[in-house]
């Protein structure tokens, strides 16, 4: 009976310790969105792919499963972000996650004025946040950057 309650303890502290080695590494990442591509226009929505670079600086690797987040244009909701496959960052490293983004045209016009008519010589504050699925935990993503338009002159 007191070697199974040994073991027992033994693996109760070795499931903690895992668990905080993923709560370091998943502090220690740094996510930052790259510029979007493969741009699609299907009725009221703009479809694109947001490449998110996620830096793993931990020595332990990280599976992610995961991402759902809120896309935000000058603070105010105008679609949703998204990626449904299983990708590892292997630890002191990099991968691209690509997030499908979906945003509505009539948000994103109420959301940034002047957008319908070109949106030229602005700077566009964009936010995502929501979560990351990561080790099968939900952890919080709030990221911010910001796009610039520069004025267009023929």
Partial sequence: MKQYRAIMWLAIIGL???IQQKIRAFRSMDLNPGFPTNFRMQGGTIE????I???NASGTAINIGGLDLRVIAEG???GRAYM?????IAGVGATVI???VRVSILDLANAIPGFVAGAQDRVITMTY???ANIEAF???VNISHTLNFPKLTL
């Fill in 129 to 131: 946040q929501g979560t």
């Fill in 53 to 55: 670079t996620v830096f």
């Fill in 16 to 18: 903690v310790v895992w």
């Fill in 98 to 100: 690509p997030a499908t």
């Fill in 84 to 88: 449904s496959q299983r990708l590892q």
């Fill in 76 to 78: 105010q909701y105008i």
């Fill in 138 to 140: 939900f952890a919080p």
């Fill in 48 to 51: 694109f792919i947001l490449p």
